[in-house]
């Protein structure tokens, strides 16, 4: 079992920036990748952007050239930077992380509000 713990959320105004972080602990043995899903009240999840232990990175076209998704080569860690914020942005944010065997893991999640 691996423990996602997300940080960085809050709220913030439009324009703004927000940085995630997720500390993965526990079973992280072969995990294929880890990434960030939201959710805003009435909608689905969605997937925001993801990354796998080589460096690969995959955007939803609704934050490209806005988010980045990082993470530390060396250790458990993804980030997600966030820049020019908009409103419809507001979500919770969801860590996840895929392992190579298919399984999933998801964090609490963290609230992200974007307001003025």
């Known amino acids: 079992q691996v423990q996602l713990v997300e940080s960085g959320g809050g709220l913030v105004q439009p324009g703004g920036s927000l940085r995630l972080s997720c500390a993965a602990s526990?079973?992280?043995?072969?995990?294929?990748?880890m990434g960030w899903y939201r959710q805003a009240p009435g909608k689905q999840r969605e997937l925001v952007a993801s990354i796998t232990t080589r460096g690969w990175a995959d955007y939803a076209d609704f934050v490209k050239g806005r988010f980045t998704i990082s993470r530390d080569n060396g250790g458990n860690t993804v980030y997600l930077q966030m820049n020019s914020l908009k409103p419809e942005d507001t979500a919770v944010y969801y860590c996840?992380?895929?392992?190579?065997?298919?399984?999933?893991?998801w964090g609490q999640g963290t609230q992200v509000t974007v307001s003025s």
């Open positions: 526990g079973s992280i043995f072969r995990i294929n990748a």
């Open positions: 996840n992380v895929n392992h190579l065997y298919g399984r999933n893991d």
